[in-house]
C-alpha cells in the first residue's frame, strides 16, 4: 500500500481539493471533495502531515483534522503563491501548498482555539461598529449641510448638529430622517459602549493584558489585542521579528550591496498596526521635556511627526514582545 507523507489541501466554500505526495516526492494522490466529505475522507486515512493556506475558515478546519489525528501546519498565502506553476486552479493550489510546506525556512501560522477567535471577534465587530459610526456622522453632517448647518469636528459634537436639525430652515420630511439617523446613532453608540465593557472585563482578567497596559502608548484596547492576537509569542525569534510581522518596518529594495529601504511594508494584522501607531501619535502629542524620553524627543527634533509615530509603534512593538516573553510589566529603562 502507498503511504502519503504528505498532504496539500486547498479550501473553498463548497469544493476542496486534495494534492498528497509519498516518500520519494512523486504524486499518489490527488482528489476534489465536496465540503460534506471532508471530514469522513481524512477520517478514513492514516495519520499523515496536511497543509492549508491560513483563511478565515482554515483554523476551523485544522481544528477537525487535528482531531482525527493528523498533524497539521497553516502557511501564509504570500509563501505559497510562487509555488504555483503557471495557470492558477484548485489542483494547482493544492500542489502548491503540498510544495511550500515541504520547504525547511517555510513559517508557519499557529492554528487558534475556538476560545481565541471568539475573543478577536470582540475586536472585529468593535472595529465595524466604529467604521459604521463614522459613515453615519459623515451622512448626517453632509445631509445637514445641504440646509446650512454645520458643526464642529468629533464624536462629541454630533449631538449639537443634530439639535439645528428640530427646527429652523430643515422641512418636516428632512427632520424624520435625521430623527431615524439619529436613533441609528444612539443604537450604534450602546452597542459600542456594550462590546467596550466587554474588552475592559477580559483586559482585568488578563494578567498579561494588564502587564501590556503598562507601556505608555498602549490603553486597554490595545493591550487586549495583543494579547488575542499573538497567544504565543514564541513564534518570534525576537521583538525585531515580531515588529516586521506587524508591518512596521521598511520595504526592502536593495541590490548590489547598497541598502534603499522604502515605505513600512503595512504586511500582517492591520488592526494591531494602527492601535500601535495611534497611541504612538497619542504621545507624540503631549510630548514634553523632562516627562519625555530623551529618545523621542531626538526623534521629533529630526523627524516627520507621522515618520516619528510608526518608529515609536515599531518600538513599543518590540518592547510589548518582551513583556509577554519574560512576563513583567514595563520598565522605564526600556524606552529611554
Known amino acids: 500500500m502507498i503511504e502519503v507523507i504528505r498532504i496539500g489541501l486547498d479550501t473553498s466554500k463548497h469544493v476542496f481539493q486534495i494534492h498528497g505526495v509519498d516518500a520519494t516526492e512523486r504524486p499518489v494522490l490527488r482528489k476534489k471533495l465536496r465540503r460534506g466529505q471532508v471530514e469522513s475522507f481524512f477520517a478514513r486515512l492514516a495519520p499523515t502531515l496536511i497543509g492549508l493556506e491560513a483563511c478565515g475558515g482554515a483554523h476551523h478546519w485544522a481544528r477537525v483534522l ?7 501546519r497553516l502557511l501564509p498565502p ?63 453632517r453632509g445631509h445637514a449641510a445641504e440646509f446650512g448647518l454645520t458643526g464642529a469636528k468629533g464624536v462629541g459634537k454630533i449631538a449639537a448638529l443634530l439639535a439645528q436639525t428640530v427646527g429652523g430652515p430643515v422641512p418636516e420630511l428632512a427632520r424624520e430622517v435625521f430623527a431615524r439617523l439619529t436613533e441609528q446613532l444612539a443604537s450604534l ?12 472585563a477580559w483586559h482585568r482578567a488578563s494578567d498579561r493584558s494588564r502587564r501590556l497596559a503598562t507601556i505608555p502608548g498602549i490603553g486597554p484596547i490595545g493591550a487586549t489585542a495583543l494579547t488575542m492576537a499573538v497567544p504565543d509569542p514564541a513564534v518570534f525569534a525576537s521583538g525585531r521579528h515580531f515588529a516586521a510581522w506587524l508591518g512596521l518596518t521598511p520595504k526592502d529594495h536593495s541590490t548590489a550591496g547598497r541598502q534603499r529601504l522604502g515605505v513600512i511594508t503595512r504586511a500582517g494584522d492591520e488592526t494591531l498596526r494602527r492601535l500601535l501607531v495611534n497611541g504612538a501619535m497619542a504621545m507624540i502629542k503631549t510630548a514634553r521635556p523632562g516627562r519625555t524620553s530623551s529618545w523621542l524627543l531626538g526623534l521629533l527634533a529630526r523627524k516627520p511627526k507621522k515618520l516619528a509615530a510608526v518608529a515609536l509603534a515599531n518600538k513599543n512593538a518590540r518592547i510589548a514582545w518582551a513583556i509577554m516573553m519574560r512576563n513583567e510589566g514595563f520598565r522605564r529603562s526600556m524606552s529611554a
Open 66 to 72: 487535528q482531531g482525527l489525528g493528523h498533524e497539521v
Open 78 to 140: 504570500q509563501y505559497v503563491k510562487p509555488y504555483v506553476k503557471r495557470g492558477k486552479n484548485d489542483a494547482a493550489d493544492a500542489e502548491a501548498i503540498c510544495e511550500a510546506m515541504s520547504r525547511p525556512s517555510m513559517r508557519f501560522v499557529p492554528v487558534r482555539t475556538a476560545e481565541n477567535q471568539a475573543e478577536l471577534m470582540l475586536h472585529r465587530a468593535r472595529d465595524l461598529l466604529l467604521k459604521q459610526r463614522t459613515m453615519l456622522m459623515n451622512a448626517i
Open 189 to 200: 453608540e450602546r452597542q459600542i459602549q456594550q462590546l467596550e465593557r466587554k474588552l475592559l
